[in-house]
């Protein structure tokens, strides 16, 4: 930003990779991003170092799992037996993000007492991770576009309020590492797009395969990336022989070994839809023999046509293995979940809701969600209308990363976390194409540049627009505090009829077992307790008791109405919605207590 040369756009869409300038003050532009993160997110810092609060379910089954494993659960076990016992619930998560959890848990266990040594892992495991996300970004743009981008691409990662969401501080789940994951898989990706460079390709192949070894999230963004090097044959003929050897080399050692690494051998020919499984690793395998088959035939697919045919064909084949193995995983990966869980649930989470959705109650989160990755989509494509060569193919397969997020944005809100860190470097680029402008004094480019980047960046626009009303959220997030739950902890250990979002805060902030949790692997446990909500009062006592069900619990702080009340007025959890309960049912709570707790009267 303070270099003073004044390219014109076409120049600085078309630049090659450059080392960093030595002008260019990245690490302070770094440091000062983390500290200004840092300094936005102090709230949620203080909460999670004072009272140890989980902010998310998926924290609190992560932690869950993190002590079951640091008390000796086997690494292959990620069965959460607590979660509707007594069988128990397998997660569709691995164990691979337990690793550097565990090991900064048993790193701050040394001169920390255990409650405060799993709070200090809980706040710098995200604060690691979104250093590493501002730094791979500005790699991004430095990647793209030249050196000079590179600083005001971490000063627009910044700006996407990553701390804010899964960088969050007390965020120790999956979608953090796998966004850094993405965003890294893609740098080397570009860099092996230069013949001299192919190896790289074999970098990127691994971390895509670490990326499925954690979870499936990144496969859109894959697809796309490793459908580029086939359609870079189709049009490179022979030239691309190496590209493809490498990358299929790199997966063809990778994917395996993460497979072995995750899965018991007793599960290695299984299939399911929701996590790496046989049908992905044998797609993945012919996939890559596919490309190897490409490389060895180039010389005699002298043609276009002939080689896009043989490409076509490679893609049928990898398609067509997931076809024969699991044929109902093309499409929804939650097939299995019940249709009455998914109305009661999921339809109701908003981070999986359609962005468009929530626009009626939040249109200026919906626009500063949106437009910030419209813009840098509109960037890299007019980027690469302007570039040429191997800068143009960068900006190609990166305008189609972008759109490919976008796209899936629009069905599932929480994409934009993912997708929108990407479209940070191409817009970093355009403003500092825009900036060098010759008739922009050298004085005003660096002052003008942030300020453009803070216009058009996603805390920018939320700042500036309404962003709608979060009371409903923050009165249930009253019920799920640690303060909360606190008297439920005292009691003895039992089972605990409670609604879907209090299962996981349950069980990492209680002795107790739960039968509902917000995961659609848990179609048994939360039909159960659906079931029994729903069921009327009078009847709801017979089904519990059958259970082993000795607490009920509900939030009394939630302001709008639950679907188990909606979709049974004369329920159950209508009864306790309205303050009123069964005489089976002993209140245990304090009567202004956000969250109120019954006991199951003992028969006489």
């Not at 490409?294 to 084949?317: C, D, I, K």
């Not at 509109?378 to 980027?383: D, G, I, R, S």
Request: net charge positive; with cysteine.
């Amino acid at each position: 930003m303070t270099d003073c040369a004044t390219p014109d756009a076409r120049s600085v869409a078309g630049r090659q990779e450059a080392t960093t300038d030595s002008r260019s003050p990245v690490g302070l532009v770094l440091l000062l991003s983390l500290l200004c993160a840092a300094a936005l997110s102090f709230s949620r810092t203080e909460a999670v170092w004072r009272t140890g609060a989980f902010f998310d379910s998926d924290d609190a089954m992560r932690a869950v799992q993190l002590r079951d494993f640091l008390a000796g659960q086997s690494w292959f076990d990620v069965i959460v037996y607590r979660l509707d016992p007594p069988g128990g619930l397998p997660m569709h998560w691995s164990r691979i993000v337990d690793v550097p959890l565990a090991g900064l848990d048993l790193l701050f266990s040394r001169f920390l007492a255990p409650e405060y040594a799993e709070r200090a892992m809980r706040l710098v495991f995200p604060f690691l991770l979104l250093a590493a996300l501002f730094a791979v970004v500005g790699w991004l743009a430095a990647i793209l576009s030249g050196p000079r981008a590179r600083s005001l691409a971490i000063w627009l990662a910044m700006l996407s309020g990553a701390m804010f969401l899964q960088f969050a501080p007390g965020r120790i789940d999956h979608h953090a590492p796998q966004i850094v994951t993405l965003a890294a898989s893609l740098c080397f990706f570009l860099q092996g797009l230069d013949a001299t460079r192919a190896n790289r390709l074999a970098a990127s192949a691994a971390l895509m395969a670490l990326s499925f070894a954690i979870s499936l999230e990144n496969l859109p963004f894959f697809a796309v990336m490793m459908a580029a090097l086939p359609l870079l044959f189709v049009f490179e003929g022979a030239a691309a022989r190496g590209r493809l050897l490498w990358l299929a080399g790199g997966a063809l050692v990778a994917f395996p070994a993460f497979y072995a690494a995750i899965i018991p051998s007793v599960r290695y020919f299984a299939s399911v839809c929701d996590a790496f499984s046989f049908a992905h690793i044998a797609a993945l395998c012919v996939g890559a023999f596919s490309l190897i088959a490409l490389a060895l035939a180039a010389p005699w697919l002298p043609t276009f046509r002939a080689r896009l045919l043989a490409a076509g064909g490679a893609g049928l084949a990898t398609l067509s293995t997931v076809h024969l193995l699991a044929p109902h995983c093309i499409g929804d990966p939650l097939v299995g979940l019940d249709p009455l869980i998914r109305d009661l649930w999921l339809s109701h989470v908003a981070e999986a809701k359609p962005l468009l959705a929530l626009f009626p109650k939040a249109p200026g989160i919906v626009v500063a969600t949106a437009a910030p990755v419209t813009l840098g989509l509109a960037a890299a494509a007019v980027l690469a209308w302007r570039a040429d060569g191997l800068a143009r193919r960068r900006w190609l397969l990166t305008a189609a990363l972008v759109a490919v997020g976008f796209a899936a944005g629009l069905r599932q809100l929480r994409v934009f976390s993912s997708v929108t860190p990407l479209a940070m470097a191409p817009l970093a680029a355009a403003i500092v194409a825009l900036v060098e402008r010759p008739r922009v004094t050298a004085v005003l480019r660096a002052p003008l540049a942030a300020f453009l980047a803070i216009l058009v960046s996603p805390i920018g626009l939320a700042l500036a627009l309404p962003s709608g009303d979060d009371s409903e959220a923050d009165g249930e997030r009253a019920c799920l505090t640690p303060q909360a739950l606190a008297p439920l902890a005292e009691m003895a250990q039992t089972r605990v009829l409670g609604s879907f979002d209090l299962g996981s805060h349950i069980l990492a902030h209680t002795p107790h077992s739960v039968f509902a949790a917000p995961y659609h692997r848990d179609n048994r446990g939360n039909l159960f307790a659906a079931h029994a909500f729903m069921t009327a009062p009078e009847d709801a006592e017979a089904l519990l008791r059958k259970a082993g069900a000795g607490l009920v619990v509900w939030c009394a702080r939630a302001k709008a109405p639950s679907p188990l009340v909606s979709a049974a007025p004369d329920g159950l959890a209508a009864m306790l919605a309205r303050g009123e309960s069964p005489a089976w049912l002993e209140r245990k709570s304090q009567k202004d207590a956000p969250l109120l707790v019954f006991a199951l009267r003992a028969v006489k």
